[in-house]
């Protein structure tokens, strides 16, 4: 049977409450194994559904049996006034812990004080999240109208006037293993995961863009919390790739530089 190939357009759509179970995947790609509950995070995103998008099918299939079928999430939730909900204090705690092991000690000191209610600051974590085989031209009309979510929802005098922006995202590294390598053969190989700045590759190119702009960025590995299928042991021209999640911290006035370079690299 020949190949067929399939034209679907996508769409965003305001987060809905039948959204949750396919939101919940997304976040869980994410955080894999981490110590966060995506189920609570789902539900605060649905509840704030006047801000960000969910990526679905512009005309669902006739039978389409599951409300939830999502395929990308753009969204923003505030983690400096919110100090009720479980989940915003374990992605904190993710992020400072992870900056005590793998980051910079300058920088750790500076998110200390970005995350500490009492300095005044006030964070935004936002999310870009989709399944891997979407496009890239998609981030541009999701962020475009985020920011539109963004300057009514200020407008109307509600928590999202932020200082400061956090994204965790999905990179890779070469590890400096060939594919097929023994335990004898790569004996005398030198592996740099996540010393260098340079060499991550991004599994959504358009937060390299949030990258460039960061102020305060270093990653993590998480090679033994992946399952394999999404997050696994990758391979670049038999190079194996490890899978890593880097933290990118930057002004909220940097926005709109990034928007500009997403247009000219993604329109």
């Excluded at 759509?13 to 179970?21: A, M, T």
Aim: charged letters at 25%; a negative charge; hydrophobic letters at 35%.
């Amino acid at each position: 049977m020949d190949d067929e190939e399939i034209m679907v357009d996508f769409e965003g759509f305001q987060p809905q409450p039948g959204d949750f179970h396919g939101m919940k995947r997304l976040l869980q790609q994410l955080f894999l194994k981490a110590h966060v509950n995506t189920g609570e995070l789902a539900e605060l995103i649905i509840a704030q559904n006047y801000i960000g998008s969910v990526v679905k099918q512009s005309e669902p299939p006739e039978d389409d049996s599951m409300d939830d079928d999502i395929f990308g999430l753009t969204t923003i939730i505030n983690i400096t006034n919110d100090k009720k909900s479980e989940c915003v204090d374990h992605m904190k705690n993710l992020v400072l812990s992870k900056s005590k092991k793998f980051g910079d000690p300058d920088d750790q000191m500076k998110l200390n004080d970005l995350l500490n209610t009492e300095q005044g600051h006030c964070v935004g974590m936002l999310f870009n999240e989709r399944f891997i085989n979407l496009p890239p031209q998609l981030s541009l009309p999701l962020f475009t109208s985020l920011r539109k979510d963004l300057q009514t929802a200020i407008s109307k005098q509600r928590p999202f006037n932020f200082s400061h922006l956090l994204l965790i995202t999905k990179t890779h590294k070469e590890t400096g293993q060939q594919e097929g390598d023994t335990k004898d053969s790569k004996k005398h190989r030198t592996t740099t995961l996540i010393d260098s700045e340079s060499g991550l590759l991004f599994t959504n190119p358009e937060d390299e863009l949030f990258y460039n702009e960061a102020v305060i960025k270093f990653s993590y590995p998480v090679s033994e919390e992946s399952d394999g299928g999404l997050t696994g042991k990758w391979s670049c021209d038999d190079t194996v790739l490890k899978p890593l999640r880097t933290v990118i911290i930057l002004p909220v006035s940097h926005l709109e530089t990034v928007l500009h370079n997403m247009a000219s690299q993604f329109s």
